[in-house]
């Protein structure tokens, strides 16, 4: 919490301050926010926090999956791909089963120390996305009958010059202060409104942990389409918006600047792994169904080669980049 409370804005850190941040053991609020006239409240299931680590490991394998499918035929990638998913869907059947402790000896548990540290990492990464985006929704006042001005200015701004800034304005109250929260919990995280100043290398940790976040809950409970009934949009709309918006922002941006080895890895590209990871994770067979069709023509999940998916998919997120950042051109 001190570390959301230090990257926030210094006009917001008095009333960050004055909330408070626990723990519960509930199931079914992974995550909720309150307030009252001094101050307010979040708090984090622990319950989400453990599931989140074993997303963040199957992360992890996808990854390497990717590597391993450049050396197979097409016909054993996508075997791979098919063994994969099967297992992911058993242990995490297992988990709504049996809780916690059916994770215990399951593939995405037991693996190499630094394959547990890149989990873990991320899963941290993740659980402060958590954190900060429902202490955006403390800093926005989304709880109260008037909104912070501030907060108001700083969104619609990015908002009326994202692409999307048609189909999001037909979008439920409700689901816009979900959506302006994960867009403000990302930036607060990457450092846009603290002393510091804005910075590729924290926007590298937190949007990873963002997509985690959401892909837990749109996995584990069936939650990634959207219906306007509901208090919050589906997860895989509120993973697209986030990801245009961040990288139409930051998308051209080196993703660590400092390390040579990977110059070639910009936001854009992590982006397109994340999105690609999310179709993933909805399933092999109807992938060709994701959710998102209202807002994009996204591309169909390629269970053969993930690579190529997301290649298309950061060539979609670097031309809205491009587009963002020169008006004059076209991201069609």
């Known amino acids: ?72 035929s097409p016909e054993e990638a996508e075997e791979i791909q098919r063994g994969l998913h099967a297992e992911f869907e058993r242990i995490i059947e297992g988990y709504r089963l049996g809780g916690l402790l059916a994770l215990e000896g399951t593939p995405l548990m037991v693996f190499d120390k630094a394959h547990w540290d890149a989990a873990g ?48 304005a037909d979008i439920p109250p409700s689901h816009k202060c979900e959506i302006e929260a994960d867009i403000l919990a990302t930036l607060i995280l990457a450092g846009r409104f603290a002393d510091s100043g804005y910075h590729p290398a924290l926007l590298q940790l937190s949007l990873p942990g963002a997509a985690i976040g959401l892909i837990t809950v ?18 895989a709309d509120r993973l697209f918006i986030l990801l245009m918006v961040l990288c139409e922002l930051y998308g051209n941006d080196n993703a660590m600047p400092h390390n040579d080895r990977f110059a070639h890895i910009t936001i854009n590209r992590s982006a397109a792994t994340l999105m690609t990871f999310a179709q993933w994770a909805y399933g092999l067979e109807n992938a060709a169904d994701f959710p998102i069709r209202r807002l994009t023509r996204f591309p169909t999940y390629d269970g053969t080669a993930p690579a190529a998916t997301v290649i298309v998919w950061a060539t979609v997120f670097g031309l809205a980049a491009d587009s963002f950042t020169n008006p004059g051109s076209s991201s069609n």
């Open 218 to 235: 749109a996995h584990l409970r069936n939650e990634w389409s959207t219906d306007r009934t509901d208090s919050h949009p589906g997860c």
């Open 121 to 168: 990492a991320l899963c941290r990464s993740a659980e402060q996305w958590a954190l900060a985006h429902e202490v955006s929704h403390h800093l926005a006042r989304d709880m109260s009958s008037r909104r912070d001005k501030g907060v108001d200015a700083i969104m619609a701004e990015i908002l009326s010059r994202t692409s999307l800034r048609s189909k999001l």
């Open 1 to 72: 919490m001190s570390e959301v409370i230090r990257l926030c804005d210094p006009r917001w850190r008095a009333r960050a301050q004055n909330i408070y941040a626990g723990r519960t053991f509930a199931t079914e609020d992974l995550a909720l926010a309150d307030q009252n006239v001094h101050g307010g409240m979040v708090v984090l299931s622990s319950h989400f926090t453990s599931i989140m680590f074993a997303y963040s490991a199957m992360y992890g394998l996808f990854m390497r999956s990717i590597n391993d499918a450049r050396q197979r």
